[in-house]
């Protein structure tokens, strides 16, 4: 047996695929999101996972595979900072959704990683349109805290989630406020109270008493947002709120406050630049849907940019969590009403990368840089263009989904081809 051991090991070894794979993308306009700005005719050269070199005079190394752009447009991954794919694979079948959990006891403490579902249908679909990478989150529950969000790439690997409790998600909106006992004094008196209860863990949990909002698990997992560590995103929409919310993060430092929604941001543009609270936020949201979003207008996304304000978009008017692929054309639509492009393009890359704090690594075509890279056959942000291939820490995703198969299936279905059930 002894003997034998270390045959078998050596046939796996050599059976085993190379993870030093090169690729050279070329004959592309390059898209860096960095100094070196938009190449016109250029190259990205990735090994073993990373960008090792971006310009137009890349040598290319023998044995390289090489991918011609063919003129199109080549692109770091698009970074969709709201979404729940992954979690909800049909909406109103409870058993295929994990976003939210209403009857827990729990709310800070649960970790919408955990559910995240790698293998889900809407995450191919999602890859195949651009996305790379995104941040999941949970729905909120029987109180104000929805639980703690995550950060994932759509490589559809097992290894999907690079970062679990990456901020903590709470609702401040109007239904925020009815979930709290019907008034918005009634949410931030239940935040403000929330705060105390982490500040005085674990001592104000002792002899088994629990918090005035927060039970001990909760607070424990509240901590690291109450010490700046995490940051905590709101949702909030109407304006007053969000002065609100700027005083909040004033008086709770160093409290890190990040706004979802951010319908009538631009009124407060101004202030919300100074506290350097950044928003996530859909430029197509232009209709008063509720009376916290009366203001929202198509030009806001060109507001705040234009007032210095932290803007990555999302795509909140199209549903979270099937459809972040449209995240392009709500980008190209902040172009048309004002944005310039490589404002626009910056808010669905390497703008959603910063702000989770993995800036460093991904959103940009550089050295140094995940292997995110996309190939489009047009202007990324023209609604026609679309991606000829994908790549995600510099390995070739397949460009296929559950749609894709369905239509090679049936595209071309006569009076000869079996039933369904046969094959």
Do not use: C
């Not at 234009?306 to 692929?325: E, F, H, I, K």
């Amino acid at each position: 047996m002894k003997a034998i051991l270390p045959a078998l090991a050596l046939a796996l070894a050599s059976t085993a695929p190379s993870l030093a794979q090169t690729y050279a993308v070329t004959n592309g306009r390059v898209v860096t999101n960095s100094v070196q700005g938009i190449i016109a005719d250029g190259t990205v050269l990735i090994r073993d996972g990373s960008i090792v070199a971006v310009g137009a005079d890349v040598t290319i190394p023998d044995g390289t595979e090489v991918i011609d752009a063919d003129g199109g447009w080549i692109t770091p991954g698009l970074f969709a900072p709201f979404t729940q794919i992954g979690l909800i694979e049909v909406a109103l079948e409870g058993s295929t959704t994990d976003a939210g959990a209403n009857d827990s006891p729990y709310s800070v403490a649960l970790d919408v990683t955990d559910g995240f579902n790698p293998a889900g249908t809407h995450i191919a679909s999602t890859r195949m349109r651009g996305v790379t990478r995104a941040a999941i989150y949970p729905s909120t529950g029987h109180n104000i805290f929805a639980g703690q969000g995550g950060l994932v790439s759509t490589s559809g690997d097992s290894d999907s989630v690079f970062e679990s409790g990456s901020f903590v998600y709470a609702d401040l909106s109007q239904s925020g406020a009815s979930t709290a006992g019907g008034s918005r004094p009634a949410a931030w008196a239940y935040l403000e109270a929330a705060f105390n209860d982490a500040r005085g863990y674990p001592g104000r949990f002792s002899a088994d008493h629990e918090g005035d909002a927060l039970n001990r698990f909760d607070a424990q997992a509240f901590l690291p947002v109450v010490r700046g560590r995490v940051p905590l995103v709101l949702n909030i929409d109407r304006a007053a709120d969000l002065r609100r919310a700027i005083r909040f993060q004033a008086e709770n430092a160093p409290v890190q406050i990040m706004i979802e929604g951010g319908a009538e941001a631009w009124l407060v543009a101004d202030e919300l630049a100074a506290a350097g609270i950044p928003i996530l936020l859909d430029p197509l949201r232009n209709l008063p849907a509720s009376f916290d979003e009366i203001a929202a207008t198509l030009d806001g996304a060109q507001r705040l940019h234009a007032a210095g304000v932290t803007v990555a978009y999302t795509t909140l008017t199209s549903d979270g969590y099937y459809n972040a692929r449209l995240i392009t054309q709500h980008a190209g639509n902040a172009v048309a009403n004002g944005v310039a492009w490589d404002q626009a393009f910056r808010s669905i890359t390497l703008t959603p990368a910063e702000i989770y704090g993995v800036g460093d690594r991904y959103g940009a075509l550089a050295n140094g840089y995940a292997g995110d890279v996309v190939v489009w056959d047009g202007d990324p942000l023209e609604v026609m263009s679309s991606p000829t291939a994908v790549l995600i820490d510099g390995e070739m995703t397949e460009m296929d989904s559950r749609q894709t198969r369905l239509l090679n299936r049936y595209i071309n279905i006569t009076d000869e081809t079996p039933f369904a059930y046969r094959r």
